[in-house]
C-alpha cells in the first residue's frame, strides 16, 4: 500500500476540482518524483473512469484520486436558496444566462458519491483521499481492502482524530492560507484561522499518522518549513495553476499575475462554502449577502461563471495567500523548485 514516505520527492499535486486538475497534470506531477491527484468533484462518473484510464494510459501507476464528501443529514433551505437567487437574478440578467430552476438546485446532491466510491474501489487507485468530510469506517475498509491507501483532509484537531479514528491512513492538513474550498467537515462551519505552523505539530501530538501540509505552499522555503514541522509532504495547488498541463481557465490563470488583483479573501458567494478567490467585482458584490447552501449555490451561479469565463471580475480565482508566487513553467519544473533545498 501507498505511504507518503516513498516519494522520491515530497511534493504532492493538489486535487483542483472544476478544470484545473488534468490528466496531463497528474503524470507530470509524477513523473517529477511527487505524487499527482485527479479531482472528482463535479465530475460525471464517465468523465472520472475516462479520466483514470487517461493516467493509467500514459503509464502512470502511482496516483491519487479525491472525492467529495456528502454531509450527512444536510437540510435545504430553500427560503435562503430564493433570497440569493434574487441577489443574483438583476446580474444573470445583465449577461443573458437563465438561473437554474428550484428542481435542479436540489438533483445530485451527493456528487455521484457512491458511483464514484465504486469506480475508485474497482480502479484499485493507489490513493482516495477525501474532501469535505471523512468517510465512514466501512468505507475505508472497503478501499483498503480494494489496496487503496486513504487520506482524509482536515481543518482542525478534532477532525484529524475523528478521521484516524475511521481508519484513515493519513492526513492532509490545511492550513488557511489554502486556494480554493476549505475541507471544513460542516457546510455551516466557519473556517479556522490557526496557522498551519500551528496545526501540524498540534495535529502530530494527537494522532501517530503521517502528515501532508497544505495550504499557502508556493516557494521552496514554504516546503523546507512544513517539512520542518513534521509533514512528510507538502501538497501545493496555486503553485502549479499556471502550469500548460493545468486546465486553469486562462482568464484565472492571468489574474493570478494582474496588478489590478491585490489580495484573496474567504468567499461562500460562489459555492456557498468558504473557499478563497482572488477578491474580484463578483465577490464585492455578492460576498455579504451570499448563502451557507452547498451545493445548491454552486449550481445556481454555474451558468454566471460559465457565461463569464473570459471575465476575471465574473468567475471565482480560486488562490492561495502566496499566489504572486505561481510560475507558468511546465509542471516538472515548478515541482523540482519547489524540492530546491531539501
Same mark, same amino acid.
Given at each position: 500500500?501507498?505511504?507518503?514516505? @516513498? !516519494?522520491?520527492?515530497?511534493?504532492?499535486?493538489a486535487?483542483?476540482?472544476?478544470?484545473? $486538475?488534468?490528466?496531463?497534470?497528474v503524470?507530470?506531477?509524477?513523473?517529477?518524483g511527487?505524487?499527482?491527484?485527479?479531482?472528482a468533484?463535479?465530475?460525471?462518473?464517465?468523465?472520472?473512469?475516462?479520466?483514470? *484510464?487517461? #493516467?493509467?494510459?500514459?503509464?502512470?501507476?502511482?496516483?491519487?484520486?479525491?472525492?467529495? %464528501?456528502?454531509?450527512?443529514?444536510?437540510v435545504?433551505?430553500?427560503?435562503?436558496?430564493?433570497? /440569493?437567487r434574487?441577489?443574483l437574478?438583476? /446580474?444573470?440578467? +445583465?449577461?443573458? #444566462?437563465?438561473?437554474?430552476s428550484? @428542481?435542479?438546485?436540489?438533483?445530485?446532491?451527493?456528487?455521484?458519491?457512491?458511483?464514484? !466510491?465504486?469506480?475508485?474501489?474497482?480502479?484499485?487507485?493507489?490513493?482516495?483521499?477525501?474532501?469535505?468530510?471523512c468517510?465512514?469506517? +466501512?468505507?475505508i475498509?472497503?478501499?483498503h481492502?480494494?489496496?487503496? *491507501?486513504?487520506? %482524509?483532509?482536515?481543518?482542525?484537531?478534532?477532525?484529524?482524530?475523528? &478521521?484516524?479514528?475511521a481508519g &484513515?491512513?493519513? !492526513?492532509? #492538513?490545511?492550513g488557511?492560507?489554502?486556494g480554493?474550498?476549505?475541507?471544513?467537515?460542516?457546510i455551516?462551519a466557519?473556517?479556522?484561522?490557526?496557522?498551519?505552523? +500551528?496545526l501540524?505539530?498540534?495535529i502530530r501530538r494527537?494522532? @501517530?499518522?503521517?502528515?501532508?501540509?497544505?495550504?499557502?505552499?508556493?516557494?521552496?522555503?514554504?516546503?523546507?518549513? %512544513?517539512?520542518g514541522?513534521?509533514?512528510v509532504?507538502?501538497?501545493?495547488?496555486? =503553485?502549479?495553476?499556471?502550469?500548460?498541463?493545468?486546465g486553469?481557465?486562462?482568464?484565472? &490563470? =492571468?489574474?493570478?499575475?494582474?496588478?489590478?488583483?491585490?489580495?484573496t479573501? #474567504?468567499?461562500?458567494?460562489? $459555492?456557498?462554502?468558504? =473557499?478563497?478567490?482572488?477578491?474580484?467585482?463578483f465577490v464585492?458584490r455578492?460576498?455579504?449577502?451570499?448563502?451557507?447552501? /452547498?451545493?445548491?449555490i454552486?449550481?445556481?451561479?454555474?451558468?454566471?461563471?460559465?457565461? @463569464?469565463?473570459d471575465?476575471?471580475?465574473?468567475?471565482?480565482?480560486?488562490?492561495?495567500?502566496? /499566489?504572486?508566487?505561481? $510560475?507558468? +513553467?511546465? =509542471?516538472?519544473?515548478?515541482?523540482?523548485?519547489?524540492?530546491?533545498?531539501?
Amino acid at each position: 500500500m501507498f505511504r507518503y514516505e @516513498s !516519494l522520491q520527492v515530497p511534493v504532492v499535486g493538489a486535487p483542483m476540482a472544476g478544470g484545473p $486538475s488534468t490528466p496531463g497534470l497528474v503524470t507530470a506531477v509524477v513523473n517529477a518524483g511527487g505524487l499527482g491527484f485527479l479531482a472528482a468533484g463535479y465530475l460525471t462518473p464517465d468523465k472520472l473512469t475516462a479520466d483514470i *484510464a487517461a #493516467v493509467r494510459g500514459a503509464g502512470t501507476e502511482t496516483f491519487g484520486v479525491n472525492l467529495f %464528501v456528502p454531509e450527512d443529514g444536510q437540510v435545504i433551505d430553500t427560503e435562503d436558496i430564493a433570497r /440569493y437567487r434574487a441577489l443574483l437574478q438583476p /446580474y444573470a440578467d +445583465e449577461l443573458g #444566462v437563465e438561473l437554474p430552476s428550484d @428542481s435542479a438546485l436540489v438533483e445530485n446532491t451527493d456528487d455521484f458519491w457512491s458511483d464514484k !466510491l465504486d469506480i475508485v474501489a474497482a480502479a484499485a487507485v493507489p490513493v482516495v483521499s477525501f474532501t469535505f468530510g471523512c468517510p465512514d469506517a +466501512e468505507t475505508i475498509a472497503r478501499l483498503h481492502d480494494a489496496g487503496s *491507501a486513504v487520506t %482524509v483532509t482536515v481543518t482542525n484537531e478534532e477532525d484529524a482524530r475523528a &478521521a484516524v479514528d475511521a481508519g &484513515a491512513d493519513s !492526513l492532509c #492538513v490545511q492550513g488557511p492560507d489554502a486556494g480554493g474550498h476549505r475541507s471544513t467537515f460542516r457546510i455551516d462551519a466557519e473556517s479556522s484561522e490557526i496557522s498551519l505552523d +500551528e496545526l501540524i505539530p498540534s495535529i502530530r501530538r494527537a494522532v @501517530s499518522v503521517p502528515i501532508v501540509a497544505a495550504g499557502g505552499i508556493t516557494t521552496a522555503s514554504d516546503v523546507r518549513r %512544513v517539512l520542518g514541522y513534521g509533514a512528510v509532504a507538502a501538497q501545493v495547488g496555486t =503553485a502549479l495553476l499556471r502550469s500548460p498541463e493545468a486546465g486553469t481557465k486562462p482568464a484565472h &490563470a =492571468a489574474a493570478l499575475v494582474d496588478p489590478r488583483f491585490t489580495e484573496t479573501m #474567504v468567499t461562500r458567494a460562489f $459555492s456557498g462554502r468558504p =473557499a478563497r478567490a482572488l477578491r474580484n467585482k463578483f465577490v464585492d458584490r455578492f460576498d455579504t449577502g451570499s448563502s451557507r447552501q /452547498y451545493p445548491a449555490i454552486n449550481t445556481l451561479t454555474g451558468g454566471i461563471r460559465k457565461a @463569464s469565463a473570459d471575465d476575471p471580475h465574473g468567475i471565482n480565482l480560486w488562490a492561495g495567500a502566496g /499566489y504572486r508566487s505561481a $510560475s507558468a +513553467e511546465p =509542471a516538472a519544473r515548478i515541482i523540482e523548485e519547489l524540492a530546491s533545498t531539501l
